[in-house]
């Protein structure tokens, strides 16, 4: 499922590794600001926009006259002309004054594909900042909860040590230190649980910020996921 999330081909190998759980040292304004500068598919739409300005200056141009010059040289070994060699230049225009009705709409139609176009870059752009976001106040959570789970485990651990020395002492009773072998599996089940949804975080803002290539394995080695 990482892979899945991360883009990644689903058989790429990846290893966890331990770390110190640390929120990254730029906000969400400059993630926000890395992932518009970075997405290729705002880049994508960005170019596709461009493209379209360039088609509507290319239709505008039809309501112009097109200009031609084309020049030449022969030579003819004839006894019967005065001259051998001949240039000569033509000059052409080519005007089709009865289309102006059709460029016209061409040119509506041109236009209107770029604001379409601009419209969906827009929405795009939203859209990012919301995929950032998303991420970042996931990332935020899952460092909240691997914080208060690792009390729990510390907490379960201490609890459970101590009903084991109540039960060598007589004090205390089996069903005590099985309950609380119980709970610490459970608080270390909690913990684990909240490590994995705080990578899967970071490997969803990875990929909000247009940063996801990262990871990609070199030469079919295990890359260890940050």
């Given at each position: 499922e990482l892979n899945k999330v991360?883009?990644?081909p689903v058989i790429a190998p990846t290893v966890l590794k331990d770390e110190n759980i640390v929120l990254k040292p730029w906000g969400l304004a400059?993630?926000?600001?890395?992932?518009?500068?970075?997405r290729s598919d705002l880049k994508a739409t960005q170019e596709r926009i461009r493209q379209?300005?360039?088609t509507v200056v290319e239709t505008r141009a039809q309501y112009y006259p097109k200009f031609s010059v084309q020049g030449g040289h022969a030579y003819q070994v004839n006894s019967y002309t005065l001259h051998d060699t001949q240039w000569f230049v033509?000059?052409?225009?080519?005007?089709?004054?009865?289309s102006g009705l059709d460029t016209k709409a061409a040119v509506s139609q041109a236009k209107l594909k770029v604001q379409q176009l601009q419209e969906?870059?827009?929405?795009?752009?939203?859209?990012v900042q919301l995929d950032v976001q998303t991420a970042y106040?996931?990332?935020?959570?899952?460092?909240?909860?691997?914080r208060t789970t690792e009390v729990a485990v510390t907490q379960g651990e201490e609890n459970l040590r101590l009903n084991e020395e109540r039960y060598k002492e007589s004090?205390?009773?089996?069903t005590d230190v099985i309950d609380a072998e119980t709970l610490l599996t459970r608080t270390r089940v909690n913990y684990w649980t909240a490590v994995y949804d705080h990578q899967m975080a970071k490997a969803q803002m990875l990929w909000a910020i247009g940063g996801i290539?990262?990871?990609?394995?070199?030469?079919?080695?295990?890359?260890?996921?940050?």
């Open positions: 991360l883009m990644l400059d993630a926000t600001d890395a992932a518009l500068n970075r379209q300005e360039k033509i000059f052409g225009m080519n005007w089709n004054i009865f969906q870059h827009k929405d795009m752009n939203e859209q106040l996931k990332i935020k959570e899952t460092v909240d909860r691997i004090v205390g009773t089996a290539n990262e990871l990609l394995p070199q030469e079919n080695q295990p890359r260890h996921v940050p």
